[in-house]
């Protein structure tokens, strides 16, 4: 039974920053990238980041890419996504995918976490 589980999120305020963590587990092989996507209430969910089965390749969406750095542990199965300077327009439920492919420009993301909520708010 492949299975994402997202952590991490919380309430913080403007310029803050959180570390988000996607732990991976069922899978049968090491070759699976995972993006990382959001989705704020009344809006369409936009993909956040990406990064490679390796963790040598990595995508980030225009308005986050200075701001947030992806990263992964595969000896613990587990993506991170660090969040800096936060602001409110960041608030959203944070959820991980994964596609069995090694990079992010190949496959549909057929599995999902749960989500984590993030606030960003005074």
């Known amino acids: 039974q492949l299975q994402l589980v997202e952590s991490g999120g919380g309430l913080v305020q403007p310029g803050g920053s959180l570390r988000l963590s996607c732990a991976a587990s069922g899978f049968t092989s090491d070759y699976y990238a995972i993006g990382w996507f959001r989705q704020a209430p009344g809006k369409e969910r936009e993909g956040v980041s990406c990064i490679s089965s390796s963790g040598y390749i990595r995508n980030y969406a225009d308005s986050m890419k200075d701001r947030f750095t992806i990263s992964r542990d595969n000896a613990k199965n587990t993506v991170y996504l660090q969040m800096n300077s936060l602001n409110p327009e960041d608030t959203a439920v944070y959820y991980c995918?994964?596609?069995?492919?090694?990079?992010?420009?190949?496959?549909?993301?057929?599995?999902w976490g749960r989500g984590t909520q993030v606030t960003v708010s005074s």
């Open positions: 995918a994964a596609r069995l492919y090694s990079v992010c420009t190949s496959g549909d993301f057929n599995y």
